[in-house]
């Protein structure tokens, strides 16, 4: 039985909870099993993605981290965080590189589709960072013309060339460019540069951008309406430690402790439902 499709995630946590303690003894060890046998845990991250992951004095930290943290408390083994980038983290998992995703991943049908989702530790949608000089840019409409920055592979790219083609849609020429770079701290640079006119980003990590440093850049408004939830990423059939880890996620989002980590650090906090679903045909 699958964890979450298109049922509220409460249930199916409980479901795969109980059909993960049913099977264990029929089949071979499962990534759960291994990881409690060795006490040791494996991680991917892409470390380049602040507030939710970055470095600070030579160590991992931020807000996913706060999260792993709690976790890796609750699993009692001894943690192995590695540094992907993103362009290969999904692909990584797919090697068994690492045991699960433990990085910022939008959730698109797409890639619901293919991997198994924990319960979201965040929600956002995208929107366009600008100069803080810069005062002729306030909505999509006036990225016509514009060269557009964001990275690669991620959803804001796919907003990004969704905000372009609405753009040649509605008769315009669209971007005069759609530059994609491995991290957004380099898209960041290139746009305090000039050579970027925008960037498209995540709403939270945006925020903060903003407002670490409100002389160098500002905010251009939305690029798109709806929100999206973001969350860990395991292999499809592991259920049982999607189950491990995503009742951690919700035990924190019900008392309130998801909520104290995104005050410190974004400076607000998110809604997330306890009724959660993941896009139809979702593993």
Same mark, same amino acid.
């Given at each position: 039985?699958?964890?979450?499709?298109?049922?509220?995630?409460?249930?199916?946590?409980?479901?795969?909870?109980?059909?993960?303690?049913?099977?264990?003894?029929?089949?071979?060890?499962?990534?759960?099993?291994?990881?409690?046998?060795?006490?040791?845990?494996?991680?991917?991250?892409?470390?380049?993605?602040?507030?939710?992951?970055?470095?600070?004095?030579?160590?991992?930290?931020?807000?996913?981290?706060?999260?792993?943290?709690?976790?890796?408390?609750?699993?009692?083994?001894? %943690?192995?965080?590695?540094?992907?980038?993103?362009?290969?983290?999904?692909?990584?998992?797919?090697?068994?590189?690492?045991?699960?995703?433990?990085?910022?991943?939008?959730?698109?049908?797409?890639?619901?589709?293919?991997?198994?989702?924990?319960? #979201?530790?965040?929600?956002?949608?995208?929107?366009?960072?600008?100069?803080?000089?810069?005062?002729?840019?306030?909505?999509?409409?006036?990225?016509?013309?514009?060269?557009?920055?964001?990275?690669?592979?991620?959803?804001?790219?796919?907003?990004?060339? +969704?905000?372009?083609?609405?753009? +040649?849609?509605?008769?315009?020429?669209?971007?005069?460019?759609?530059?994609?770079?491995?991290?957004? #701290?380099?898209?960041?640079?290139?746009?305090?540069?000039?050579?970027?006119?925008?960037?498209?980003?995540?709403? #939270?990590?945006?925020?903060?951008?903003? +407002?670490?440093?409100?002389?160098?850049?500002?905010?251009?408004?939305?690029?798109?309406?709806?929100?999206?939830?973001?969350?860990?990423?395991?292999?499809?059939?592991?259920?049982?430690?999607?189950?491990?880890?995503?009742?951690?996620?919700?035990?924190?989002?019900?008392?309130?402790?998801?909520?104290?980590?995104?005050?410190?650090?974004?400076?607000?906090?998110?809604?997330?439902?306890?009724?959660?679903?993941? #896009?139809?045909?979702? %593993?």
């Amino acid at each position: 039985m699958t964890l979450w499709t298109r049922r509220p995630f409460v249930a199916a946590l409980a479901l795969a909870l109980l059909a993960g303690g049913a099977s264990s003894a029929a089949r071979a060890e499962t990534t759960l099993q291994h990881i409690l046998a060795t006490k040791k845990l494996t991680v991917g991250t892409e470390v380049a993605f602040p507030p939710f992951e970055f470095m600070r004095d030579g160590k991992i930290t931020g807000y996913g981290k706060d999260i792993l943290d709690a976790v890796v408390a609750d699993l009692g083994v001894e %943690l192995n965080q590695l540094d992907v980038p993103f362009q290969g983290i999904l692909a990584g998992l797919d090697a068994k590189k690492f045991d699960f995703v433990a990085t910022s991943v939008g959730v698109t049908p797409e890639r619901a589709a293919k991997y198994a989702f924990t319960f #979201p530790i965040a929600v956002s949608s995208e929107v366009i960072v600008k100069r803080a000089d810069e005062t002729a840019l306030t909505a999509v409409k006036d990225l016509e013309g514009k060269t557009v920055g964001t990275q690669l592979g991620t959803t804001t790219e796919q907003e990004a060339r +969704k905000a372009d083609a609405a753009l +040649k849609t509605a008769g315009g020429m669209g971007f005069a460019d759609l530059k994609l770079y491995p991290s957004f #701290p380099e898209a960041y640079q290139a746009l305090a540069s000039g050579e970027l006119d925008a960037v498209v980003q995540s709403a #939270p990590n945006a925020a903060v951008l903003v +407002k670490e440093k409100p002389g160098v850049f500002g905010l251009a408004g939305p690029v798109s309406q709806s929100q999206r939830y973001i969350a860990w990423v395991c292999r499809p059939g592991d259920d049982d430690l999607r189950a491990r880890i995503s009742s951690v996620i919700k035990t924190m989002n019900d008392n309130g402790k998801l909520a104290e980590l995104q005050k410190n650090w974004f400076g607000f906090t998110m809604t997330i439902p306890d009724n959660v679903t993941l #896009p139809p045909g979702a %593993l």
